[in-house]
């Protein structure tokens, strides 16, 4: 593929990773991903702004096969799949310099070897001329990493933000067309990797009120030449009201937490709160990820194992601790056959759902009348709650 052109002097010369399916060992990426690379030819000074993932060297340097120099490969994010190419790209440019954040330094001298008299640090703020272009850089800590920055190109109007609004989605699109398909792929990617920090980037959303931005050229998935479509999208996601969704992750080993959760979707549904609910034992935790980024309720539903809940529920639960949804209420269900500590051992995982914890409801073998009623109770308390908060 040949570098595609966005601006005069602006091109992506990404790589469209159309076959992997799992990201950091955990993440399943059902449509694949693209780790985006730009480049920006100014009269002066020519940068590089992040490289791909080093399982696609070859592809980002097949594009500079013709470039005969880089002064700056602008790093905004260390992790690898944006990183990891640099040391073949400073080897081909020996004058190059690495331009990123004194946090990104330290990383990438830790993570990639890259010797110190490569870099050139810059505060937030500061700018970098090419010539007729120039580069602002705004330091973004906690998108997702400590040492994240975003680059401004000031007469293209560009953000290049890196991670932050992107999606892992393997396209030959430049641009976000199907906003439907998009949407649904940034916010899987917002609830894996963004969530647990809508705090820090909640501020930073707010920083970029003061940038005139014509295109989001993020690194992974396409670019936007509607911004407002996923800034309002993360505003939603980041500070928005939850809904009135329960997320129902469970298990069941031989049939009893299953007749427990059908009756409780039940009876949530006929109380008009809507449900998600995840079988542990089959599903895509990246969708289950992407329920919690709305949801108002968790309600965790276990059989007992050696004592304690079952160990894809215990998965679920620290995850769902990890990430840090804006979940105002939790609770658990399930079964047992002779005794346990399913609910203590789960309520301990999950100190960082700052949650009102509801009643769980916990039954002997297969659920009878009483478990039912209790199940009817929980639904009634939590379509009460949800009103009461106004979550619609
Ligand atoms: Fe796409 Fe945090 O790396």
Redesign the pocket.
């Known amino acids: 593929m040949k570098a595609r052109q966005i601006r005069t002097d602006v091109h992506w010369i990404g790589a469209i990773d159309w076959d992997r399916r799992l990201f950091d060992a955990l993440i399943p990426l059902p449509d694949g991903t693209s780790y985006n690379a730009y480049l920006v030819r100014g009269s002066q000074k020519i940068a590089l702004i992040d490289t791909v993932d080093p399982s696609m060297t070859h592809v980002l340097m097949g594009y500079l096969q013709d470039v005969p120099a880089i002064d700056y490969v602008i790093v905004n ?1 260390a ?1 690898q ?2 990183s990891g190419s640099i040391p073949r790209v400073l080897e081909k440019y020996p004058d190059a310099k690495v331009v990123t954040t004194p946090k990104g330094k330290e990383l990438l001298m830790a993570l990639l070897l890259i010797p110190e008299d490569r870099f050139i640090t810059v505060n937030d703020g500061e700018t970098l001329s090419l010539g007729n272009k120039a580069l602002e850089f705004i330091h973004a800590p906690w998108v ?2 400590p040492e994240t920055m975003l680059t401004y190109s000031r007469e293209d109007k560009i953000l290049f933000p890196c ?1 932050l609004f ?1 999606s892992h989605l393997a396209t030959t699109d430049l641009y976000a067309s199907n906003e439907g398909q998009i949407h649904e792929a940034a916010k899987r990617y917002f609830a894996e ?1 963004m969530m647990p920090f809508r705090t820090s980037i909640e501020k930073h959303l707010e920083r970029l009120n003061n940038y005139k931005i014509d295109i989001i050229a993020p ?2 998935g396409p670019m936007y030449d509607r911004p407002s479509f996923i800034i309002e999208a993360y505003r939603s996601w980041v500070s928005g009201p939850p809904k009135n969704i329960v997320v129902l992750p469970y298990i069941s080993m031989h049939g009893s937490t299953q007749r427990m959760v059908e009756y409780f979707v039940g009876a949530l549904v006929d109380r008009g709160v809507t449900v998600k609910q995840f079988n542990l034992a089959a599903s895509d935790i990246g969708k289950l990820a992407m329920a919690l980024v709305d949801a108002a309720t968790l309600v965790i539903g276990t059989p007992t194992v050696l004592v304690g809940p079952h160990p894809n529920v215990a998965h679920a639960a620290f995850l769902a601790n990890a990430l840090r949804p804006r979940l105002q209420f939790i609770s658990i269900i399930g079964s047992y056959g002779w005794g346990g500590k399913a609910v203590e051992q789960l309520t301990a995982m999950v100190p960082n759902l700052k949650a009102e914890v509801l009643a769980p409801v916990i039954g002997k073998g297969f659920p009878g009348e009483q478990d039912f009623r209790a199940l009817d109770n929980l639904a009634g308390t939590i379509a009460a709650k949800h009103e009461e908060r106004g979550f619609v």
């Open positions: 994010h992790e799949d944006h997702h990493w991670d992107g990797i690194s992974h």
